[in-house]
């Protein structure tokens, strides 16, 4: 249903996947100029539409590599050659690995006919999909001219990724089949979520939630081989508890920080975390009182997270989950940078140093201390903790995380996209279509 509020929200700039937006305009125009089928056979002017987006495609996949080429050029040097495709989209990430964009245009074309539609233009959805199709292309055959580089390490969000949004994953979930056919396959696989448990209570919440997947994983038809069970991972809370299924306790088992702490979060102030979050806190609790939601909401403190969620029952407008984060998302900028009430006078004015990232879940906000890419990258180096492991190191470029949130604030998948290759998926449904694409290309 397209009704004027979804219009309007679709326009909220921090909503606009940029690069997404630029690629659906350049499709705009075959769409409107050669796409006549009043006057010519529908046929023709299909494969007509086809071989223009194609050679769309074929351009932008070429400013993709020059962008990488120029991108690694800086890292060596520090002149600051600027790639032609960052100029017309400033907002640009970072590309771990080309995309064979034009090759992934042809098979989303084939399953959603975007070519054949004279009435309703190139989407987002279909950029999107095509874009994921190509990071799959390219973790699974690229790297056929590169033998010693190939896709060792992929991460999974929870919510809305491998189940329903506050769901669980049952025994006889799709997902649960492809995650073990991936740990069969030889990969690391790894469930990065905001969803907070700390090390009392993480082992037995999080197997709450993956529940099916652990239990096939002890059950008696399960035929991983003992090591490939114990390449399964959860990190909590974006970057702050780690998890790893374990042979023996036939569930997960925590693994302390002093292990796996990448060296900047192991330098955290404590009293700044606790700054940052009492700070946040207090915020919560003046826009709760502002939107007038006491009555129907609760505000929850952990030790690195604080959040605003509904009463049983009850629900918070989107409007309101969204002006919460942005709020947060200011809140945060402002104290990151100017903390002169921070207590401790001499690191007053580096906070800085901190992660912290703000998100609307969908139904309730967020503001968690560290991110999903630290939560990423501290899986591929504690991975790589034993360097004799042959997969090791692991790098961006081998690295994949699959997840819902990548709007440019307020979301927080987002983030890993500076650790790691990514996929923008909207449901789980979607996770099994990518997940079977990539096996696919891994064993065809
Ligand atoms: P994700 O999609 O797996 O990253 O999980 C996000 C959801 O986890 C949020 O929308 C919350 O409902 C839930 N959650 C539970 N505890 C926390 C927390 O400590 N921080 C952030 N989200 C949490
Ligand atoms: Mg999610």
Redesign the pocket.
């Known amino acids: 249903m397209t009704s004027r509020y979804r219009v309007e929200y679709a326009l909220k700039s921090h909503r606009r996947d940029e690069f997404i937006e630029w690629i659906k305009g350049l499709l705009a125009t075959p769409f409107v100029l050669h796409a006549d089928d009043q006057h010519a056979d529908a046929q023709l002017v299909a494969e007509d539409c086809q071989q223009r987006y194609y050679q769309i495609f074929r351009d932008v996949e070429m400013l993709v590599d020059q962008t990488i080429f120029l991108d690694e050029l800086n890292e060596l040097d520090s002149k600051k050659a600027i790639s032609r495709l960052r100029r017309l989209v400033p907002s640009l990430g970072r590309f771990f690995t080309p995309l064979p964009l034009a090759d992934a245009f042809l098979l989303e074309d084939e399953r959603r006919a975007i070519s054949k539609r004279r009435l309703v233009s190139p989407s987002f959805n279909d950029v999107r999909m095509i874009l994921n199709t190509a990071q799959i292309m390219a973790l699974t055959s690229l790297y056929k001219e590169k033998p010693s580089a190939r896709l060792k390490l992929i991460t999974f969000?929870?919510?809305?990724?491998i189940y329903d949004d506050?769901k669980s994953l049952d025994e006889h979930s799709d997902v649960v089949k492809r995650l073990v056919k991936l740990l069969s396959l030889g990969l690391y696989v790894g469930v990065v979520?905001?969803?907070?448990y700390p090390r009392q209570s993480g082992a037995e919440k999080y197997y709450e939630r993956l529940k099916g997947l652990i239990d096939h994983l002890n059950g008696e038809n399960c035929t991983l081989k003992t090591y490939q069970k114990e390449n399964l991972f959860v990190m909590g809370?974006e970057s702050n508890y780690l998890f790893r299924y374990n042979n023996e306790m036939k569930g997960l088992k925590y693994i302390d920080g002093e292990e796996w702490f990448l060296p900047e979060v192991r330098n955290w102030n404590i009293s700044k975390i606790n700054y940052i979050m009492d700070t946040l806190y207090k915020h919560l609790v003046y826009l709760r009182s502002n939107f007038n939601l006491e009555d129907t909401t609760t505000i929850i403190k952990?030790e690195r997270?604080v959040?605003i969620?509904p009463n049983p029952g009850c629900r918070i407008l989107r409007e309101q989950l969204e002006e919460m984060v942005l709020s947060c998302s200011s809140k945060l900028n402002t104290i990151l940078k100017y903390s002169e009430n921070f207590a401790d006078s001499t690191e007053a004015l580096c906070l800085d140093d901190i992660k912290v990232c703000a998100f609307n879940?969908?139904?309730?906000v967020?503001v968690?201390i560290g991110d999903k890419a630290l939560g990423v990258e501290s899986l591929q180096k504690y991975i790589c903790h034993d360097e004799t492991l042959d997969v090791c190191p692991i790098s961006k470029a081998e690295s994949l995380h699959i997840g819902d949130?990548f709007a440019s604030l307020g979301a927080?998948d987002f983030k890993a996209r500076l650790s790691a290759c990514t996929v923008w998926i909207a449901s789980p449904k979607e996770t099994v279509a990518i997940l079977d694409d990539l096996i696919d290309f891994i064993e065809g």
């Open positions: 969000d929870g919510d809305v990724t506050g979520t905001a969803a907070g809370a952990k997270s959040g969620i879940g969908g139904s309730d967020w968690d949130q927080n």
